[in-house]
């Protein structure tokens, strides 16, 4: 396969067409075709990123989803992010996240501290 930059909607459909089908066949990475196969997947990545970015989450959406995941009240944010109705306010978005409520959320929760900061 000749494998060039992806330029357009039809060279990126071609990618993930050619992808597939190297998905199917468990191609082995140090081959020819596991080198191609690496280099179209990079390729298709930067063309995702560039055409269709994935925007972060907001930060108190992003709680909310942990706290979903996990089965998670509200009375269980209380020791990360101080009494109940400052969870309340922070989940109600009354409330501005502190430094300090970002780094134990972090800790605590798993979350990231760049969505957490947000825009």
Known sequence: M???PLHSEQDY???KQQLATWFDA??????DEGDA????L?????????HFP???PDPIEAIKFRMAQEGLEAKDLVDVIGQKNRVYEVLTGKRKLSLEMIRRIRDRMNISADVLIGH
Do not use: D, K, M
């Open 13 to 15: 459909q071609a990618a």
């Open 2 to 4: 000749n494998i060039r």
């Open 26 to 31: 468990v191609t082995e990475p140090g081959t």
């Open 42 to 50: 990079i390729l298709v990545a930067n063309y995702e990123n560039t």
């Open 54 to 56: 994935i925007e972060a």
């Open 37 to 40: 196969f690496e280099v179209l």
